[in-house]
């Protein structure tokens, strides 16, 4: 074993797992209310926010692998809060979108999500909740400039 590396102090480690506890926290409640997983909530969420869309732009806004989408869109489906629409120029291409009831169900879960956000803002204090969103912030431009970077070098040395 390497005694210079602490996984536990490894950033990235510690990021996803805050972001797991913080996740595991408010997946309960959901759970617990309307037995929903966390894909079908990441899904119902995707569509509530964005409106109609596929299933693969529900995976790439949410991060997730097409079989969970899949699996989380039968879910939805099968409890009457997602329906399925054939596109008319790709048979192949299905578009989702949520029923009124699914509607129904998005606002609620946005009041839970919006009471569970105020919870953890409590928790943090503002001073936590500044820095918190401040550190954040900066992780993302950071990563996002790295990334834009990243592509634009290996762009130039594809040529």
Sequence with gaps: MDGDFHL????????NRAAELVSIRFAAQYKARYDMTR???????ALGSYGRMTATAVGANSSMHKTKVSRAVKGLEDRRW??????????RVEHLELTPAGLRIFREM?????SYERELSGLLGAAGLKQLEA???????AMVTAIDVRETSSKGADR
């Design 110 to 114: 946005v009041e839970m999500a919006q």
């Design 8 to 15: 536990e102090a490894f950033m990235p480690y510690r990021l």
């Design 39 to 45: 894909p079908e909530w990441r899904t119902l969420a």
């Design 82 to 91: 997602l329906r399925r629409t054939e596109d008319l120029d790709d048979r």
């Design 135 to 141: 550190g954040m912030a900066a992780i993302e431009r």
